[in-house]
């Protein structure tokens, strides 16, 4: 295999939460979603108005995450904390002998 015929090629990783939506009689109007990642502080990810937040092409590490509810009265205390996945590092570059 020459050098041209190597083709590199991107990898994509998602990490999917999904949690149960608060009840319909809270009017939860949106969630915040906090990371951590390898023990990190909390910090915030993002929002959604969803039960379920992707987060794509995560960088190497090991996440844990919280999430609060929103209304119009305020917002709630954070969730537990949940440990997700870890994303691997992308492997050491091969070595190659010509024989």
């Given at each position: 295999m020459t050098?041209?015929?190597i083709k590199k090629e991107k990898i994509m990783a998602t990490i999917?939460?999904?949690w149960v939506a608060n009840p319909s009689t809270e009017f939860v109007t949106n969630y915040i979603i906090y990371k951590s990642?390898?023990?990190g502080s909390l910090s915030i990810q993002g929002n959604t108005s969803n039960n379920f937040f992707e987060i794509?092409?995560?960088n190497p590490g090991v996440y844990s995450f919280s999430i609060q509810a929103t209304n119009i009265a305020g917002?709630?205390?954070?969730?537990d904390v949940g440990f997700g996945?870890?994303?691997?590092?992308?492997?050491?570059?091969p070595v190659v002998t010509i024989l």
């Open positions: 050098e041209k015929q999917r939460l999904d990642v390898n023990g794509v092409n995560p917002t709630s205390a954070m969730s996945p870890s994303v691997p590092s992308k492997p050491a570059t």
